[in-house]
Structures are given as structure tokens and as C-alpha cells.
């Protein structure tokens, strides 16, 4: 049986896995591309690679247009991977990643702001209203040609927001009513 692995993210992968009664093999598996696992395989030696990393976000490339979350290596059995899925994987997974950013870039301004705020309350200096923080990324010459535009986002945590504000901008509930816009 012929497995063919994907690669849906921006770096190359080491796929590893370890056939029963067998060592440990690797195959690197280069970015946005696809390698044939060596050798015509069992089908308990692919049960087993695939098993050994699935828990690793390896998927079924059937599964990619049904996936919302990130997709780092994909499959196909006996025959290679379309390039329309490895592309659209990697456009899912670009704005995955930059959803993620902005999230954690917006706990990071609720964190900032309670550590300022608990601060201020210990030295007996008052409080916050509103704290906002910039995150602006600077061009460097080991910046990587490929790595999409850069960053320059703000973030406003105030204390005045509205009681129920929209998904894309609820505080976690230990943030104790603050809440970033």
C-alpha cells in the first residue's frame, strides 16, 4: 500500500514513525509539498503511521475542506495528494495563525493591564480606566521573504465596555470585567 504525507505548514516536517517490529523511521517532508512513505507497506504498518500521528493533527486529506482548525500534515492513500488541497491548507492554516495572534495579543493587554492595575492598588496609587498597547513589528534583514506583511496592531483594554461585547472581543472571565477593544 502507497501512503503519500503532506505538508500543509511553512516548515519542513520530519515525519516519524515506527512499524511494528521495526525501528523508528523518518522521511522529511518538505514545506507545502508531499513525500511516498519508503517502501510498499502492510496495512498494519499503515495503520500504525498513521495512528502513531494522528494525535499529532495528521489528517485524512478528504478531511481538509471539513477542518476549521490548524492542519499540519495530511494523507492519502495510493495515490498523491491534489495541490489545490495542500494550497488551501496552507491559506487555513496562514489565517488560523494570524486569528490566533490576535487573540493572544489580546490576553496579553488584559494581562498587562491587571499586573499594572494590582500594582497601582498595592502602592496605593489609584487605578486604570483604559490601557492601550501597540504591537508594531520592526523589518529585519533575517526576516524571511515569504512571511506576509507585518504586524502593526493595537489593542484597548477599558474598563467602560459594554457588558456583552462581541465574541471577537470577550475578556476572559478572570479578567474581572475588563474588557479589550
Known sequence: MKVYIGNA????????YRPPGRGIRTQQIPIGGQELLSGDLAVEEVDAALGQNAKYGLIDVKEIDRTKSFIGMCYSLDKPIALSYLHRALDQNHGVLVDRGKDIRTKAAIAVNQHLEDQL?????????????????EDSPKRPTDAGPM???????NHDAPEHPTPATRAPSRARGRKAA
Open 121 to 137: 492598588v498595592e502602592n496605593d496609587l489609584g487605578g486604570l480606566s483604559n490601557l492601550e498597547m501597540s504591537v508594531i513589528e
Open 151 to 157: 504586524i502593526s496592531e493595537g489593542v484597548r483594554v
Open 9 to 16: 505548514t511553512k516548515q519542513t516536517l520530519s515525519f516519524s
